[in-house]
């Protein structure tokens, strides 16, 4: 594989994390206006909102059989803009069956987004040689932030949700098929068996993607920290983004309108981490760094339990950004080193473990609020995140990248 082909494939799949970025943000954003809009009561809406991911849990299950028969850039080709057409549906619609239907299909499509576009960081990481899967979630990050700009716009505007869609659709539908051209597996890691011979090279073209191909059968014991880890950073994620602006109006006595501000502070912070954090593990190894985000998210919410007031609960939220930033990334990266022969395989159930921990934080805090205090629920996920630090170790060593001590790609060096 060619250096220009490596960095035309990292520049697509960049774009791709983006495209998703900017979907996913317009659509939780905008659930206000689409509960308006199809008369869904607030009995009603959480059905809705847990259908999505755990739709996304099927897609993600799937895709690992599909990508046993098909390259996963393939998968992602046609995910993507079925994400996409999907969002549009769900502005589109007037019945309560429409947005079911879009949602159903955006939440089956996002799953096998994920799985897919993840699969394909970790290939590529392992062909460049060095760390870069967290700069693709630094694009997810920005297109994030785009999204919710352009949601907040089409608020501010009253526009209806197909009006504030259907432009951000036609572009970014062209842009991700084209982009998909460029679409890169980098080589899977040849692994060797006890008796010296070769348990298949791997391919290109995403061969021996299944859970008994080269590298061993994919175990689920062995993978086990790594679900755990994702589940955690989720929980903390989902705490954040459900909990922020009701913790810090209705505990910490902010204004309604300061109470926006730690979401979008921690998305920016999650930016900012992101796109250093491939820096710090080429750096210090991805052991001390997933330690410190876990350290560092730990004393942010830490911060926010305790904190006085509303600006020392934001100075939280902004540490947990910068903390939590890093995990998934580089728990995606540590699935493709445990297992370099069914890194596909091994990407697509863990990414499940993502929806997982999505459904159990947002509930989980809101039980422990009301039942006890919220101040007391922000410690649960600090514990959580914390162990993390137990299974470290899960993150490294550096030789097991590459199968076994040997020899990194001469494409190490690619921009």
């Not at 159903?104 to 987004?113: E, P, Y």
């Not at 998210?297 to 939280?316: E, H, N, S």
Request: proline share 4%; aromatic share 8%; with cysteine.
């Amino acid at each position: 594989m060619t250096d220009a082909g490596l960095r035309h494939g990292r520049a697509s799949l960049g774009l791709s994390f983006g495209v998703q970025g900017v979907a996913f943000a317009l659509l939780v954003t905008r659930i206000p206006a689409i509960q308006d809009q199809y008369g869904i009561s607030d009995g009603l809406l959480p059905v809705f909102l847990a259908a999505v991911p755990i739709l996304a849990g099927a897609g993600s299950v799937a895709t690992e059989k599909v990508v046993a028969r098909v390259r996963p850039s393939l998968v992602l080709r046609w995910a993507q803009p079925l994400v996409l057409l999907a969002l549009l549906g769900v502005g589109a619609g007037r019945e309560m069956w429409h947005v079911a239907v879009a949602l159903g299909v955006f939440g089956l499509a996002v799953g096998a987004l994920d799985a897919s576009m993840n699969m394909l960081g970790v290939s590529l990481q392992r062909a460049y040689g060095r760390s870069i899967m967290t700069g693709f979630h630094a694009a997810y990050s920005l297109g994030g932030i785009a999204g919710a700009t352009l949601a907040w716009a089409g608020a501010r505007w009253e526009l209806s949700l197909l009006a504030s869609y259907l432009p951000v659709v036609a572009v970014l539908l062209p842009a991700a098929l084209i982009g998909s051209r460029w679409y890169t597996e980098g080589k899977s890691a040849e692994r060797k068996l006890p008796d010296g011979t070769e348990a298949g090279a791997g391919s290109e073209a995403g061969a021996g993607s299944g859970s008994e191909s080269a590298g061993g059968a994919l175990s689920f014991k062995l993978l086990l920290p790594l679900c755990l880890i994702m589940t955690f950073a989720y929980i903390g994620d989902s705490t954040v983004s459900n909990w922020s602006a009701k913790y810090l109006q209705d505990v910490l006595g902010s204004s309604e309108q300061l109470a926006t501000v730690p979401y979008n502070v921690y998305m920016v912070t999650t930016l900012l981490g992101r796109a250093v954090g491939d820096l710090g593990v080429r750096r210090f190894g991805a052991v001390a760094v997933v330690r410190g985000g876990s350290l560092l998210a730990a004393g942010g919410f830490a911060v926010v339990a305790v904190a006085p007031g509303a600006w020392v609960g934001m100075l939280g939220f902004t540490m947990l950004g910068f903390g939590l930033c890093v995990i998934v990334p580089q728990t995606f990266a540590a699935a493709g080193r445990m297992f370099p022969g069914n890194s596909d395989a091994a990407v697509a159930r863990l990414n499940i473990f993502n929806y997982v921990g999505f459904l159990v934080g947002s509930p989980l805090v809101g039980a422990l609020g009301d039942a006890w205090s919220y101040r007391g629920a922000m410690l649960v996920p600090m514990v959580l995140v914390l162990a993390t630090l137990v299974y470290a170790r899960a993150f490294g060593p550096e030789p097991a990248r590459y199968g076994g001590g040997h020899e990194r790609p001469r494409t190490a060096d690619v921009g």
